[in-house]
């Protein structure tokens, strides 16, 4: 869980005329197998499944909604109801680098929005949610992270970084692989 | 039971009732949006608040049970200014597009907007806007007017069981959502609509078609299959603007199916028989209604009849018809159009049903016989009533062994060219009567539209063949017939307009065993 | 030890003993500091002992509440037939509070000792951790932690030999605040939308999956097993203000802080020594305006109520405010607060779960017109309407979310209203607030 992770970008589901492959074959569906074990039911292990196929897939897209929908016996409009509900679920596929700032008030004022402005400018994302063109990048505004203390606290993909400042994010961006 | 003071007003009601069913009980209606009798409660829309006694908050009084000696304010200031504040903050984003808004006229933002809201708004920002989205079958959803009380969702999810909608996002961003490509094509979709108590979910069928205050309502019953869903009938301009389920817990609670709800448009066709017609040198001739009575009279005179009935008929013309074949000899038949039965789950005993007429055990009850080919048992100079049957698909050269046929009909059957006399009815929506579901219920359905020309209702057109043909009743209202019916038919005994009402009663082997009648 | 700063002397170190030692996360680490003795001790007690136990020690809520553990677990009726759940809230996401984030990072086993302590005792045979999404580190030392304790037969079919069934499960969350509520937790455990529900029923009637079940705060199970093993009495003696507040207390302080982090003191602790002596006072050439103790949600105080406030359950709300999760944002005189409680404002917009009108609608309402007055644009009416607002969003819907919105509103205009007025007349912040200082 540590590490960056790569999210696979390739997937199928990002194109759209391609057939979509399921995720929970192999591994992933032993995987789900052991968590619903966990619970008394399947609707249960709906976020942990998300989980999987944001790990495997980078994003949860529409067609894997439904493969879920179809694994937990529910139906695809509960599955999205649920994901849009949580914001760590992306519906979109993101850069390789998912950056998120916190900036809530803690961290509003100890200067996040100057690290924001720091993340976009170096990274060329140029705009909040917008991707750079190499795909390296998706930079985000987000809400109170729960490390008030080490302000900026900053999240890339599964990473945990504390007290950024402007000034370290040049660094931080050039250590990433 | 437990008592309590609402308004007060004492009122005794069982334990685990809510305040707001409570207050119902003591005509007290508490303005509510998310809460609907027949859905699971969630208490999001705060618009139910009260004032109890010693409790420190506002209570929402759909999900606060009563308790004994509960003293419940529900006009007090306090409780006012709360729900005055929720009307508020539900047109912050309102288009307050009602000049153009189906639901206008009957909607429950409006309503309570008027009895208690603000009547300015302090609200100075730009309003949310999300465009108007198809969710398939036959409704549109207008998000920016949607209130998120979730009664379309808990619909769908509860009761369907087909849970195709959600609520989506969250905070000021939510909204009802579907999945692509899935859409509110369960048979039983529309009543979404219904349920939705704001302009949010509309008909496309009803859309931009009538203003709410330009309806007639009638109670009546749904023709479209032997269930017999309560509907109401509302007509604009004479022409029926669509079907509403009307309240029954005994049959359909709250709902309709889908098929039902949007096949009426037949009730509206132009193409009537409007005069009564006898046949003139070879030629069917428009005339007055005594001399067609009395031609038909003489041709069915001393002769044995085979009556070809509809099974939309009502259990008064079927009655009527059935005292003829009683007295000249002959037999009753119908036939009935089927597709496929599509069940409310969440609902026991409510189905869209296999047969699709509305009086099919009715008919069975007065002696009919129903059968796939029914020209096929009429016998040689019998005389031929075609009583509503248009003959679509039948083989009309049968017809040729009668020794007359008479139309009694809403419209002139295809095909066919040897009619001696026809006496021309009105529909089920231009009449009064009874029809009896696939249960053995007798439920009475009102006039809703006036009938074409001179069409006259049937149980007066067959009570007066009876007349000339020497019988001694004389009808003057429905209820007549049906109070002969009641006398004549033992199944039916004990059974009056007065006691079914509009709710309905089983005829008497369809109750329970012990009931009082 | 003491994390991110070595523990100041006036600290009582109970849970923060090993905040900052990487030995004490492993289990060989744990056991070596006596881990585990409490379970073993607890196993064989029975159910009803260790429940006297923790009501004896004034143990009371640390989420936020308050509301005291002993008979929060009372409330579990032993031999109902049903499955028994507990619930640890690990969703620690009230903006300002990190304290149950360094609990799990250091001490992982506490909790896991914890929980299980806490299922055997409410007749429990399954504990679900429900960790927010964020939180991958405290996640994986969990994880990793629960494995640990599964292999060395601590948990599992057979818990520490016993023969009694214990499980503890670390459940994921995926980014929202509200499932920091507990019914709202338990809808998102069962694979819903974290929708808070309607009470009744309360969580140990039908809580998750429709079973009785208690959830408590990652700090306050923590503060279990050490509480079995010193004795109720030890820990109710550590009090220095009012009886009904007992044992230690973990804040998180940030914002304008010199030293942020984790503390642990006693109850009735006096804040003002531990905002200037423990958290070093203010940066440089600063000087504290406000305070928000205890988490986004309650009420700002002035810096004369902060002072003199001793800090415990009640001593907070004698002071205008409330103890809440114990996360303490420090506000110092260079920041705006109608800046400040616009953005929190936004928060709570973004972090609604849609189902209450009034908060679905008034905190996004709310969050428009501060923008608007921080920005310039805004009216004298608008405070007006904001205070109407605020009020029609407090104790009418179903869980405080709407009420945590128009707490800092009303408090903020009450106390620092010239700012909002020099916003709205065109003055700049800072001149005005010399002036007010």
Redesign the interface.
């Given at each position: 869980?540590?590490g960056i992770k790569s999210p696979d970008m390739a997937s199928h589901d990002s194109h759209g005329n391609e057939p979509y492959v399921p995720v929970f074959t192999g591994e992933s569906l032993r995987e789900l197998q052991t968590l619903l074990g966990?619970?008394?039911?399947k609707?249960?292990?709906?976020?942990?499944a998300?989980?999987i196929v944001q790990r495997e897939r980078g994003w949860v897209s529409?067609a894997a909604?439904?493969e879920v929908a179809d694994v937990?016996e529910?139906?695809?409009?509960?599955v999205?109801?649920?994901v849009?509900?949580?914001?760590?679920?992306h519906q979109h596929p993101v850069g390789k680098y998912f950056i998120?700032v916190c900036?809530?008030?803690?961290?509003?004022?100890?200067g996040a929005e100057d690290v924001v402005k720091a993340f976009l400018q170096h990274t060329r994302t140029g705009e909040l949610g917008l991707t750079s063109a190499d795909d390296r990048y998706t930079v985000i505004e987000?809400?109170?992270?729960?490390?008030?203390?080490?302000?900026t606290p900053v999240?890339i993909n599964?990473?945990?970084i504390e007290s950024v400042t402007p000034e370290t994010v040049p660094e931080i961006l050039a250590r990433l692989p | 039971m437990v008592n309590l003071t609402i308004e007060g007003r004492a009122v005794s009601v069982p334990e685990g009732t809510s305040i707001l069913e409570a207050a119902k009980t003591a005509g007290i209606l508490i303005p509510h949006y998310c809460y609907h009798p027949s859905l699971p409660i969630p208490g999001v829309c705060r618009m139910c608040l009260v004032e109890v006694e010693k409790a420190p908050k506002l209570a929402a009084s759909c999900a606060t049970s009563v308790a004994e000696g509960q003293v419940v304010h529900v006009h007090t200031e306090r409780a006012l200014e709360a729900r005055k504040g929720v009307l508020e903050f539900l047109l912050i984003n309102h288009p307050l597009d009602c000049p153009i808004c189906d639901q206008s006229g009957e909607c429950e933002l409006q309503d309570f907007t008027y009895q208690e809201g603000r009547a300015d708004s302090r609200y100075r920002d730009p309003k949310r806007f999300n465009p108007v989205e198809d969710f398939g079958g036959d409704v549109i959803y207008v998000p920016n007017r949607c209130i998120l009380c979730t009664r379309c969702v808990r619909f769908m999810d509860d009761i369907a069981h087909d849970t195709v909608l959600n609520v989506s996002e969250r905070g000021d961003r939510a909204l009802i959502g579907k999945f692509e490509g899935k859409d509110l094509t369960h048979p039983w979709a529309a009543n979404v609509i219904d349920l939705c108590p704001v302009g949010a979910l509309l008909s496309k069928d009803f859309l931009n078609k009538a203003r709410a205050w330009e309806l007639d309502r009638a109670a009546s019953i749904c023709p479209n299959c032997t269930q017999g869903c309560n509907i109401m009938v509302e007509v604009r301009d004479n022409s029926v603007a669509r079907f509403k389920p009307r309240p029954n817990d005994d049959v359909n609670k709250f709902f309709m199916c889908d098929y039902g709800r949007l096949n009426y448009r037949w009730v509206n066709r132009q193409d009537r028989a409007e005069a009564p017609m006898i046949r003139s040198n070879g030629v069917l001739t428009s005339t007055d209604w005594e001399p067609a009575i009395h031609a038909a009279a003489e041709l069915i005179r001393g002769a044995r009849v085979f009556v070809l009935a509809s099974p939309m008929l009502s259990n008064e013309a079927l009655f009527l018809l059935s005292a003829l074949i009683e007295h000249n000899g002959g037999a009753g038949t119908f036939r009935v159009a089927t597709g496929d039965e599509a069940p409310l789950p969440g609902v026991e005993d409510l189905a869209l049903r296999r047969d699709r007429a509305a009086n099919v055990r009715g008919a069975e009850l007065l002696g009919y016989t129903r059968s796939e080919s029914p020209l096929d048992s009429l016998k040689e100079g019998e005389v031929l009533l075609i009583a509503d049957d248009d003959l679509a698909g039948l083989p009309v050269s049968a017809t040729s062994k009668a020794s007359a046929v008479i139309v009694i009909g809403t419209t002139l059957p295809q095909g066919i060219d040897n009619p001696e006399v026809v006496l021309p009815i009105t529909n089920f929506a231009e009449e009064e009567g009874t029809f009896t579901n696939l249960r053995g219920r007798v439920q009475r359905f009102t006039q809703a539209k006036a009938g074409p020309g001179g069409a006259r209702p049937s149980w007066l057109v067959l009570g007066d063949l009876l007349g000339a043909l020497g019988a001694q009743e004389q009808f003057f209202l429905p209820s007549d017939v049906f109070a002969n019916l009641a006398a004549t038919k033992s199944e039916f005994k004990g059974l009056s307009y007065d006691t079914i009402g509009m709710r309905g009663l089983p005829v008497l082997s369809a109750q329970p065993a012990g009931a009082a009648q | 030890m003491g994390y991110p700063h070595k523990s100041h002397e006036r600290e009582t170190t109970v849970l923060t003993e090993h905040f900052g030692n990487t030995d004490a996360i492993s289990l060989n680490g744990w056991k070596k500091r006596g881990g585990y003795q409490a379970l073993e001790k607890a196993l064989g007690m029975t159910p009803a002992d260790i429940v006297n136990v923790v009501k004896e020690s004034g143990l009371r809520g640390r989420g936020g509440a308050g509301f005291p553990t002993g008979m929060k677990w009372s409330f579990m009726k032993p031999g109902d037939g049903k499955p028994h759940y507990l619930c640890c809230n690990a969703d620690e996401s009230e903006p300002g509070t990190f304290k149950d984030r360094e609990v799990m990072r250091w001490t992982p086993h506490a909790l896991v000792e914890g929980c299980a302590v806490g299922a055997y005792a409410i007749g429990a045979e399954t504990a679900y951790v429900y960790i927010r999404g964020e939180f991958t580190e405290p996640l994986e030392r969990m994880e990793i932690a629960v494995r640990e304790a599964y292999d060395a037969g601590i948990l599992g079919a057979n818990a520490m030999g016993s023969g009694k069934r214990i499980d503890v499960h670390v459940h994921k969350g995926a980014g929202a605040y509200i499932c920091g509520e507990e019914t709202a937790l338990m809808n998102s455990l069962e694979g819903r939308r974290g929708n808070p529900r309607i009470k009744p029923p309360f969580p140990a009637v039908a809580g998750v999956f429709g079973q009785p079940t208690t959830i408590n705060n990652v700090e306050t199970l923590a503060a279990v097993p050490i509480i079995l093993m010193k004795g109720a009495e030890w820990y109710k003696g550590m009090s220095l203000s009012n009886p009904k507040s007992t044992g230690t207390k973990l804040y998180s302080v940030c914002g304008n802080v010199r030293l942020p982090g984790t503390f642990e003191v006693v109850m009735g602790f006096p804040f003002k020594d531990f905002l200037y002596d423990l958290c070093g006072g203010p940066p440089q050439g600063r000087k504290f305006k406000a305070i928000i103790p205890g988490g986004a949600s309650v009420p700002i105080q002035t810096m004369e109520e902060a002072e003199a406030t001793l800090m415990d359950y009640e001593g907070f709300v004698a002071q205008g405010s409330m103890l809440g999760s114990g996360g303490v944002i420090v506000i110092d005189d260079a920041q705006s607060m109608v800046r400040v409680i616009a953005r929190l404002a936004r928060f709570f917009a973004h972090e609604s779960c849609a189902q209450c009108t009034q908060c679905r609608e008034g905190t996004a309402w709310t969050t428009k017109i501060l923008e608007r007055i921080r920005d310039g644009q805004g009216t004298m009416e608008d405070l007006d309407t904001l205070i109407g607002i605020a009020e029609n969003m407090t104790g009418t819907t179903i869980c405080v979310l709407s009420d945590s919105c128009a707490t800092p509103v009303i408090s903020g205009i009450r106390k620092f209203r010239p700012e909002f007025e020099a916003l709205i007349h065109g003055k700049r912040v800072h001149s005005v607030m010399a002036a007010v200082a």
């Open positions: 869980m540590t966990r619970y008394p039911t609707m249960a292990a709906l976020l942990p998300l989980w529409d909604m439904a937990l529910l139906t695809p409009a509960y999205k109801g649920v849009t509900f949580y914001t760590m679920y998120q900036t809530t008030s803690p961290c509003g004022i100890c987000v809400e109170c992270l729960g490390a008030c203390g080490f302000a999240m599964e990473q945990f | - | -």
